[in-house]
């Protein structure tokens, strides 16, 4: 069975900080794998996706960016943090041949 | 992309009564409409979901209705417990190299006992 590990699951960070969240997906090979972020009480916004080791596409910036430099793991950063980076943050997966999207248990960051 | 409007935004129903939610997408290449659960401080599961070559899905209490010239997908939650009490979101999904999805904005259900 495919699990999805996102790491931290929580973090307390100040503005102008640098930021580093990690996903890992076992148990299924070469996913397409996604960044989403959820305000508060809102909705669920892609922010990057990628289909393979490498290629990391953008949907919506709001100043960070991903990587994928294994074809299991994803990794959202930014350098300096911003008050409304605040939110929960969700790596999520697909199939590569499906659409089927499962996600991650998230990592929930308050920038102070 | 694709817009995809859900309505309402609050719903509060009486348990063992029925509830239902709305969408409506724009983009008629949209292929797939799952339909996520999400309770409070954790993720959204998926819950039931129905694709273009479906009109109705049921799983259990969970019914799943698909217009496809008309736009618009409902969830329909017979029976309602309070465990059913959560944050519902639509989803829509055209189909491309990769699978991008586009929510609406939720809805918040409350099943009074």
């Known amino acids: 069975a495919q699990t999805i590990h996102q790491w931290p699951v929580a973090e307390i960070k100040a503005v102008g900080s640098p930021l580093s969240l990690g996903c890992t997906i076992k148990g299924k090979s070469s996913p397409n794998l996604y960044w989403y972020w959820q305000a508060t009480g809102g909705t669920l916004q892609q922010l990057f996706y990628s289909i393979t080791v490498g290629q990391v596409e953008s949907v919506v910036q709001l100043n960070l960016s991903a990587s994928r430099p294994k074809d299991d793991q994803f990794i959202l950063s930014t350098e300096k943090l911003l008050l409304s980076h605040s939110g929960f943050y969700l790596c999520?997966?697909?199939?590569?041949?499906?659409?089927?999207?499962?996600f991650g248990e998230g990592s929930r960051l308050i920038v102070v | 992309g694709e817009q995809v409007e859900q309505l309402p935004s609050i719903l509060r129903v009486q348990e063992g009564s029925s509830a239902s939610i709305n969408c409506s997408y724009e983009?008629?290449?949209?292929?797939?409409f799952p339909w996520y659960k999400q309770e409070p401080g954790e993720n959204p599961k998926l819950i039931i979901d129905i694709r273009s070559n479906m009109e109705r899905k049921q799983i259990q209490e969970l019914i799943v209705l698909l217009d496809k010239k008309a736009k618009r997908f409902s969830l329909h939650i017979t029976d309602t417990q309070p465990g059913d009490s959560a944050m519902y979101f639509c989803a829509a999904s055209p189909p491309t190299g990769y699978q991008n999805f586009y929510f609406g904005k939720g809805t918040s259900l409350t099943v009074i006992p």
């Open positions: 999520a997966w697909t199939r590569n041949s499906g659409n089927t999207l499962y």
């Open positions: 983009d008629s290449a949209s292929n797939y």
